[in-house]
């Protein structure tokens, strides 16, 4: 009789603890009928407890606890053949409306081994799911207007290509239309600078880059470039580039590219006023982290006061002025009979190339 009796103050125990449960519990016997629920079941679920002592699980709701895959899984854990882990279904609960519900079930036995029940954990994950679902659709949205500002990029990039072309074929016919030799240059030059930016876009548009772009890959085929246009085929002017690895803002990297040019033009212009079978001009670009330093250097005669007319250099000697102090940059430069060399340089920098052409 003491067995007995302890048995039955463990199982009210234990009825009484599944009652302050805060989320639905159910005991169900090997039958899958209900033994007991916690409190919070009969609230969430709107059920009266008396009503539904001893009916079974599927027949609770209306019947919304029927679900075959269920029944199976259940079947299986009062046979002690396996449990049951955050098995999700999503139901019309009456009162409650649509849940979502995440269920846990695992067996368990009298001390003897003669009894067989079923504890079920059951947890409302309806709030978390529409959560989910709506990131979900607030992400495909903003990768649609992310896709839609790509592809309107895309067009506003090749509109400017486009259009620097138009520019830079007008300058061209210009050029070649008026007589003043001194007219025709600076038309030259100005299509050389609009080709710059141009180039730019192009090397853009190839690597799909927006706000960055790789320097030494523009610089090689900006200066690939005002070779093939600016020197004369009778005139051999050997010019290369050689670039650290590594991006620059796009904007810093369009006006780098028009002190290149600028800088490239003058030394076409001016560094070899006899052919030279031996003429370089050479373009180097460092990098530390965000400190640069540029430089364009030829073999030239050098600079003097009577080889570069002031009229003639003056636009270009500001431009690159200019350009440099939008950079934080500073100029300087270094001529001699072996050539000249200008450098542009931002913050503080060691050089660890040998400009000398």
């Not at 007995?4 to 103050?9: H, I």
Request: charged share 25%; aromatic share 4%.
């Amino acid at each position: 009789m003491k067995e007995l009796d302890d048995r039955e103050q463990a199982q009210a125990l234990a009825l009484a603890i599944v009652d302050t449960l805060p989320e639905p519990f159910l005991v169900l016997d090997d039958t899958l009928r209900l033994l007991a629920a916690s409190r919070c079941f009969y609230e969430v679920f709107g059920e009266v407890p008396a009503a539904v002592h001893g009916n079974s699980l599927f027949e609770l709701s209306g019947g919304a606890w029927d679900i075959p895959g269920l029944r199976q899984l259940l079947a299986a854990v009062v046979d002690d053949r396996g449990t049951i882990e955050s098995f999700e279904f999503e139901r019309d609960f009456g009162k409650v409306g649509r849940r979502t519900l995440c269920l846990n079930a695992l067996p368990i036995r009298d001390g003897d081994g003669s009894g067989r029940m079923v504890l079920v954990a059951i947890k409302d994950i309806t709030e978390r799911r529409i959560a989910e679902q709506e990131k979900q659709k607030l992400l495909e949205h903003t990768e649609e207007l992310l896709e839609q500002q790509r592809t309107l990029l895309r067009e506003m990039r090749h509109r400017i290509a486009n259009s620097l072309q138009i520019i830079a074929s007008i300058l061209l016919l210009k050029a070649g239309a008026v007589t003043s030799e001194e007219t025709k240059n600076e038309l030259r030059a100005a299509h050389q600078r609009v080709m710059s930016v141009a180039a730019v876009q192009g090397h853009l548009h190839a690597s799909d880059g927006i706000e960055q772009i790789e320097i030494g890959p523009y610089l090689a085929k900006l200066s690939s470039g005002l070779a093939a246009s600016m020197v004369d085929p009778r005139q051999d002017i050997d010019i290369t580039v050689r670039a650290d690895p590594g991006v620059l803002q796009t904007s810093h990297a369009v006006s780098i590219g028009l002190i290149v040019t600028e800088l490239i033009i003058n030394a076409v212009k001016y560094a070899f006023p006899l052919p030279n079978s031996s003429a370089r001009i050479r373009v180097t670009f460092e990098m530390a982290k965000s400190d640069w330093k540029l430089t364009v250097a030829d073999n030239g005669i050098g600079r003097s006061e009577t080889n570069e007319p002031s009229a003639s250099t003056g636009l270009g000697t500001a431009l690159v002025a200019a350009l440099a102090k939008q950079l934080n940059a500073q100029v300087s430069e270094t001529s001699s009979m072996g050539g000249l060399a200008v450098t542009v340089t931002k913050a503080t920098f060691e050089s660890r190339v040998t400009h000398a052409a």
